[in-house]
């Protein structure tokens, strides 16, 4: 038999943080980067002023790619 959660154990579900208003200005200026590059995400870091890595790490946190 599989093993069970514990009754009344809560399981982890994959929720974003709450984004602050610092957070969604840059979340929304990623995606505008990314919409006027046409998804290319060499060309949006660049407009952004951001190395490509940083890029894919903003995509990650902010669900975007």
């Not at 982890?12 to 995606?31: F, I």
């Amino acid at each position: 038999m599989a093993a069970r959660p514990a009754p009344g154990r809560l399981r982890s579900s994959p929720t974003r943080p709450r984004l602050s208003e610092l957070e969604k200005a840059e979340r929304a200026a990623v995606a505008e980067a990314l919409r006027t590059a046409d998804g290319n995400r060499v060309r949006a870091a660049a407009q952004l002023g951001i190395g490509r890595a940083t890029l894919y790490r903003k995509l990650k946190r902010y669900g975007l790619g």
